[in-house]
């Protein structure tokens, strides 16, 4: 028997009641027809059909028809699902709590992000003492015309902010500059920028900014992101005279990322072939801004390693890199003197490796704070500017940290932890006694005692030890009855760690038990854990994640009936590949925001960018990769596919929706049995960076809802 807190005991109830008479999914469905067209292309001798081509034209008449009808087919679902408004009404109780972001200093004033529990947005908040009461600095709630806020950024003297607002929750995203003083925004507006926030220049009388050309109206979504560059603008100036500072017309894919040193002298820029990061491989230059006409200096050439900034000390400018260290070191550079030989290493490469996709090392009080990762949860040093071990700052469990963020003169910093049953609590760090203390902690609806979580390492195929982490109900019985969640990423070297979502605490309650595998392609162990699922050897990644089903399956966590996976984006790719591998292994399938078509998804948006880690179907042995596993191009029919929900944004503009509405179409014409396959289109909703609370609760009710109906479940509690 389960052990189960009263609140269980209570949503067992009325999850049985809902669940009660629920037919298995699928039967009576009747898909909109998507006419099959007679595209066929030829990639290096070998025919490939591309029979949903015209889906790609995302506001053609005949596009819209078929969405619409989508949409209808779906709402249908949910209206004959009586579990998913008992679940929309329970997700909003866990999401109506405090949550504080961490806080962020400029001229002696702090910045936080807020949300009472009754917002749909966070607002920004602003106090020089954070013991006394706040003032509304940004509410995105009543921004006209209406927008998602993606970021803050607050000019060094505190007295101006720029806000990132995208419309739709797409990555296109223009920043508006608000008087703080005034609580006005003033006339100047940044457009048509993706990804990287501007800098305010160290006067506050403008700022440097990445951005691309306007795109052809109607073309926003399907655009390629090509032609950015560096650019400042002079405040109270037309944006038609911003000065450009960086840009190669030679190489059109290459993007920029500005950033500044602390003494405003030096515009220090990182640039990707496609956004950068992505590849984890970085060109680098240097601006002096003390001269009468500033000229880039390109200090790394070639794309041999990642070099992300991390702040200036003392003339020097230092940076996270790879090279000859796939775990990351830290180096010193001299601006004035740049060249290689002077480079200093700073903190050598360590065992663990650390994070390259969020910024994992910070210079605050003169002294280094590294953020690695120990067996996929976060660990957290510090260094002096000469490298001298200063001390781990604990925290208070296996989980996740974020933040440290600060200037070099600055004596604090706060962080956030966080764990899957842990709501992210923010604390203040004094870099002078190193002490931790408690500046915020939410209180969710929920008990966490009733829960647990469970590290285990299970082996991959070619005998790996993969990590995995396990949240459940205390008292959990492995007896292969319980609906098990497996999610995945791996790609991109970014690592997959410990997360807290309110929604995932439904799950739990409902009797669920969630999993996260730390398969290879992601960040956790380093580059080297990266490179084995690049290219040609993706189907590593794929592998792992297999291996991980199997070997819940094995150790009678769960079956094969109610085992369910969910990944989004690459992670949506992930599980798009293993459902057209292994359909026979899982009872449902959440595919959200995937990449699917592999033959095409260079040529969309952000594509081009992803070929580091997919390779490019204009390599021939690369293509005969892409094409074995692309999801949409594995497809099979007559075969009998587990129930499965895509789902996919209509302003998503780095995953092009067209990737969904073709591997729905291919699937619903292809499903042999009676599990349901839907497509879920959600209006004004984007890549999902950037949801808002209410898009969050019909998201995670529509996709439990799905799960619940379709794995069986009886109820919590049993």
Not at 612 to 639: C, I, M, T, W
Request: charged share 20%.
């Amino acid at each position: 028997m389960l052990q189960r807190s009263r609140r269980a005991v209570w949503l067992g109830g009325w999850l049985s009641a809902a669940l009660a008479g629920a037919a298995l999914a699928g039967v009576g469905l009747t898909y909109p027809i998507a006419p099959r067209g007679d595209v066929v292309d030829d990639y290096h001798g070998t025919a490939v059909a591309d029979p949903y081509r015209w889906l790609e034209e995302l506001d053609s008449p005949a596009t819209r028809r078929w969405v619409e009808a989508q949409a209808k087919l779906t709402r249908a679902y949910w209206s004959a699902t009586p579990l998913h408004a008992r679940l929309r009404k329970r997700l909003a109780a866990l999401y109506d709590f405090e949550a504080f972001g961490v806080p962020f200093r400029e001229g002696g004033r702090y910045f936080y992000t807020f949300n009472s529990g009754r917002r749909d947005q966070a607002v920004l908040e602003t106090t020089e003492d954070l013991g006394e009461r706040a003032a509304l600095a940004v509410d995105p709630n009543a921004l006209t015309p209406a927008g998602i806020v993606t970021g803050y950024v607050a000019s060094r003297d505190g007295r101006l902010l720029a806000y990132g607002v995208s419309p739709g929750g797409s990555d296109w995203t223009e920043w508006r500059i608000r008087d703080l003083a005034t609580g006005h925004d003033l006339p100047d507006v940044l457009r048509f920028t993706k990804y990287y926030a501007p800098v305010f220049a160290h006067d506050g009388r403008g700022l440097y900014y990445s951005a691309f050309p306007a795109p052809r109206p109607g073309a926003e979504l399907s655009s390629r992101d090509l032609d950015d560059a560096v650019y400042y603008h002079a405040l109270g100036t037309p944006a038609a005279a911003d000065r450009r500072l960086l840009y190669d017309p030679g190489h059109p894919d290459w993007q920029y990322q500005p950033h500044l040193s602390d003494d405003g002298r030096w515009l220090i820029v990182t640039s990707g072939e496609g956004e950068v990061g992505d590849k984890g491989r970085e060109n680098l230059y240097l601006l002096d801004l003390a001269a009468a006409a500033p000229a880039a200096v390109q200090v790394v050439q070639g794309f041999e390693a990642a070099y992300n900034y991390v702040g200036s000390d003392g003339g020097r400018l230092y940076f996270l890199t790879t090279l000859g260290a796939p775990n990351g070191r830290v180096i010193a550079i001299d601006p004035a003197a740049p060249a290689r030989a002077d480079w200093r290493t700073a903190i050598p490469e360590g065992p663990d490796a650390i994070d390259l996709t969020t910024p994992s090392v910070t210079l605050v009080d003169h002294q280094l704070i590294v953020r690695s990762i120990h067996d996929a949860h976060s660990r957290v040093m510090r260094y002096g500017l000469d490298g001298a071990p200063r001390g781990e700052i604990v925290l208070p469990g296996p989980g996740t940290a974020s933040g440290f963020g600060g200037h070099a003169d600055d004596r604090e910093t706060f962080y956030s932890f966080r764990d899957l049953i842990t709501p992210p609590t923010v604390l203040r760090y004094d870099l002078e006694s190193g002490r931790s203390t408690t500046w915020r902690a939410p209180h969710v609806a929920f008990d966490p005692a009733a829960f647990e979580e469970e590290q285990v390492f299970y082996p991959a195929r070619d005998g790996t030890h993969i990590p995995m982490l396990l949240a459940y109900r205390k008292g959990l019985r492995l007896d292969a009855d319980n609906p098990l969640l497996l999610y995945g990423y791996g790609g991109f070297g970014i690592p997959n760690l410990p997360r807290f979502d309110a929604a995932l605490i439904a799950w739990l309650e409902m009797g669920g038990v969630y999993a996260v595998a730390n398969i290879r392609g992601g960040g956790e162990y380093g580059e080297a854990w990266h490179t084995q699922a690049i290219r040609t050897h993706r189907q590593v990644a794929f592998d792992d994640f297999i291996a991980a089903g199997e070997w819940l399956i094995a150790h009678r966590y769960t079956s094969r009936p109610r085992l369910a996976i969910h990944g989004a984006s690459n992670g949506g790719l992930l599980v798009g590949a293993c459902l057209t591998q292994r359909p026979d292994l899982y009872g449902a399938v959440i595919a959200q925001v995937g990449v699917m078509d592999m033959l095409r998804f260079d040529k969309f948006g952000q594509g081009a960018g992803w070929e580091g880690d997919f390779g490019s179907p204009d390599d021939s042995q690369e293509f005969k990769a892409l094409y074995a596993y692309s999801p949409l191009h594995n497809v099979r029919a007559g075969v009998r596919y587990p129930a499965t929900l895509v789902i996919t944004g209509d302003h998503d503009t780095r995953v092009m929706p067209m990737h969904s509405f073709k591997f729905a179409a291919a699937l619903q014409s292809a499903q042999a049995g009676p599990e349901p396959v839907l497509l879920d289109v959600e209006l004004d909703s984007g890549h999902g960076g950037s949801q808002t609370v209410y898009r969050a609760i019909g998201l995670h009710a529509d996709m439990y809802a799905f799960l619940a109906r379709n794995l069986a479940m009886r109820g919590a509690g049993r």
